[in-house]
């Protein structure tokens, strides 16, 4: 479980599950270092990269929470053109910790549904 980046409300909720109940000292040393992250508490991040696999509890869980995920979709996509461009415009939270707030930093993409043209190279 990447408790890091549970919400501080799914991380209240884990404490009324049967299984926190069970592994009481497991979860709560986890879960208390999970607030600290969100908390902004100054050696959060060096105490979580101490657990086995800790850089693998700071990566973000985007498919489970709705304001992290985006669908793409290409609409018309039998008349598109081959090699047709098709620019997205994005926008992601800069952090997934709670003290970050809801800033945002915006992106473009460009995606090519039906391939990239590559002009002959001569070496």
């Given at each position: ?24 000292l ?41 304001k ?7 609409d ?48």
């Amino acid at each position: 479980i990447r408790f890091p980046m549970l919400t501080p409300s799914q991380l209240a909720d884990l404490l009324l599950s049967p299984l926190t109940k069970r592994y009481m000292l497991f979860m709560h040393e986890r879960m208390s270092r999970a607030m600290a992250y969100h908390r902004n508490r100054e050696s959060a991040i060096k105490d979580i990269l101490k657990f086995s696999n800790g850089d693998r509890l700071l990566t973000p869980r985007l498919y489970t929470e709705d304001k992290y995920c985006a669908s793409l979709s290409v609409d018309y996509f039998s008349q598109l053109p081959m090699y047709h461009c098709r620019s997205l415009h994005f926008s992601a939270f800069e952090s997934t910790a709670d003290y970050a707030g809801e800033s945002q930093v915006d992106w473009m993409v460009d995606i090519y549904p039906k391939g990239v043209w590559l002009q002959k190279c001569f070496a």
